[in-house]
């Protein structure tokens, strides 16, 4: 069934909404556990190094075994579909929780950036939601479908810092071991939930369809991976350093935790009129939209930093990664034939992790060395790069609009 004749079925509607209702409570779960490890992480690293300027390393490990994670784990999922796919990565969610706690029990650093590193390749897995919610949608409904699942991410907003809060001391002799554990649970509930996934198993060979260098000369894909990539690195170095730095500005553990609750509900609470948005306006505006946002927040981030300039700052960040990262997202999917969706999908997202990968081993440092202002003056350039180019894209889609008017 092709395309233009899906967008007619309802039938066909029907099955790409309830991928997407059972995804976007996946994402929630799987989200949950990131944000969890984000208000933890840094915390247990500052705890648990000699050389307090490491502390942020174990959670820059995680992007970067999910930077290394995303191409083999899309290339699985081409191969043996995404049920199977998404099971595999939440078996080893499970696997790298437990070692993260048993490294806090014993107080070592190295095997928690091992158990860090091991999250990083379930990461990796989930990340593909998206794509997969896509994967059964006509051309009309995949906006929607994939904001849809996005919004799993508002309910780990709240879910990830509660459960972190709760279970920061259900190990009594190892403060946030009872966090990673809760977070072992939470990847066997997801698994339960992938049972009602129904993604049919791929038909095609791997590697139809054009040569890879062939689609990333594409525009349309340089413009969706810069904004995918640039948004999550500029969202990622900020959001990273923040515990570290109202942790020196003597903010107690219940405000950071609250910052970066409401730093998350920026970033997915959009998700409910971003595709709407999309389809109304295009990605390109959306992204552009997303860059203001960012440079908004670094304007309230270098005005002062009390609670309120963290708690506004952040949420503005959110915001604006969001509008970057979906308009990237759906913006992708213009670049691909179903043959090619794996191998692009896992370029696009190696892309985007190693991005933020770089970003994360830089946040600590500069945090540590230079300060917040630094921190946030980073990211304004790469913001301003994505603005240029989204701009452009604009501007040529216009008058090639008017050519052939």
């Known amino acids: 069934m092709s395309e233009s004749s899906a967008a007619f079925d309802p039938e066909v509607r029907r099955h790409a909404r309830a991928n997407a209702l059972v995804l976007a409570v996946c994402q929630a779960l799987a989200q949950g556990g990131a944000v969890l490890v984000i208000v933890v992480s840094a915390l247990v690293g500052h705890e648990l190094a000699e050389n307090k ?54 107080g070592d650093f190295v095997l928690f950036a091992t158990g860090s590193a091991i999250l990083g390749i379930h990461n990796a897995f989930w990340q593909y939601y998206r794509f997969a919610a896509a994967d059964t949608a006509d051309e009309d409904f995949r906006p929607k479908a994939i904001s849809y699942v996005m919004t799993g991410g508002l309910v780990a907003a709240f879910l990830g810092p509660e459960i972190a809060k709760l279970s920061r001391d259900g190990i009594a002799e190892a403060a946030f071991a009872g966090s990673y554990l809760a977070l072992a649970g939470m990847c066997l509930v997801n698994i339960a939930l992938l049972r009602m996934v129904r993604i049919p198993r791929p038909t095609t060979a791997l590697f139809a369809g054009r040569p890879l260098g062939t689609i990333v000369r594409n525009p349309v894909f340089l413009v969706a991976a810069a904004a995918a990539m640039i948004g999550y690195a500029s969202m990622s170095l900020v959001m990273t350093a923040t515990p570290l730095a109202m942790h020196a500005e003597h903010f107690g553990f219940a405000d950071t935790a609250f910052v970066i609750q409401w730093h998350v ?91 933020v990968a770089a970003s994360s081993f830089t946040s600590g440092a500069l945090q540590h060395g230079h300060g917040w202002a630094v921190v946030n003056f980073g990211i304004v350039m790469p913001i301003l790069i994505v603005f240029a180019a989204a701009a452009w894209l604009l501007i040529h889609r216009r008058r090639l609009a008017q050519k052939t008017a």
């Open 53 to 106: 300027a490491l502390a942020t390393v174990p959670f820059a490990l995680q992007f970067v075994m999910t930077m290394l994670s995303t191409v083999p784990a899309s290339l699985l999922m081409g191969r043996i579909g995404r049920r199977a796919g998404f099971t595999i990565g939440q078996t080893i969610g499970i696997i790298g929780a437990c070692t993260a706690a048993t490294a806090i029990y014993a």
């Open 265 to 355: 509900v920026g970033m997915y609470a959009p998700s409910f009129v971003t595709g709407h948005l999309i389809r109304r306006y295009s990605a390109p505006r959306v992204i552009l939209v997303g860059t203001g946002l960012m440079i908004a927040a670094v304007a309230v981030n270098l005005s002062g930093q009390t609670l309120v300039h963290y708690w506004l700052g952040l949420g503005l960040i959110g915001m604006g990664w969001n509008f970057m990262f979906v308009g990237g997202t759906t913006l992708l999917t213009e670049c691909y034939r179903p043959e090619e969706r794996a191998r692009v999908q896992a370029l696009n997202d190696f892309l985007v992790f190693g991005t």
